[in-house]
């Protein structure tokens, strides 16, 4: 079998199919189709690295992003938790302390008032 594939490779290259004779003009433009498509091949190559680069600064950017959401939903609880620490119960109000105030000083001398 190797004798064979090593055959026809010899014979392949003692007797090509079909040649082919390009003038200088076919050649040259060749030439410069192969150095636009380089360029053109680097060109894109650099567009790439660049798209990957933006891509790993977003992906970056939204972590930071999630942290800094996290952190504010941490702060909107310790807060609803302080607010509802700080809110003033039933007894903190200041008309009833008023009133309490002004019976104290009605209510005595109502009471003097009557036992005479």
């Known amino acids: 079998m190797k004798i064979l ?4 490779i010899v014979l392949s290259l003692l007797f090509p199919q079909k040649t082919y004779t390009f003038t200088e003009e076919e ?8 150095q636009e498509l ?13 798209l990957n ?3 790993y600064m977003y992906i970056q950017q939204t972590e930071i992003d999630s942290g800094i959401i996290e952190n504010y939903k941490e ?5 609803d938790e302080m607010i509802k620490t700080i809110k003033p119960t039933w007894y903190d109000n ?13 209510l005595p001398i109502w ?3 009557q036992i005479n």
Request: aromatic fraction near 10%.
């Open 38 to 50: 380089e360029n053109t091949d680097s060109l894109n190559q650099k567009i790439i690295e660049n």
């Open 111 to 113: 009471g003097i008032g």
């Open 53 to 55: 680069s933006q891509i």
């Open 94 to 106: 200041k008309y009833l302390w008023y009133s309490m105030g002004v019976a104290s000083m009605i």
């Open 5 to 8: 594939l090593n055959f026809l």
């Open 75 to 79: 702060q909107l609880k310790i807060k």
């Open 27 to 34: 050649v040259q433009s060749l030439y410069s189709s192969i």
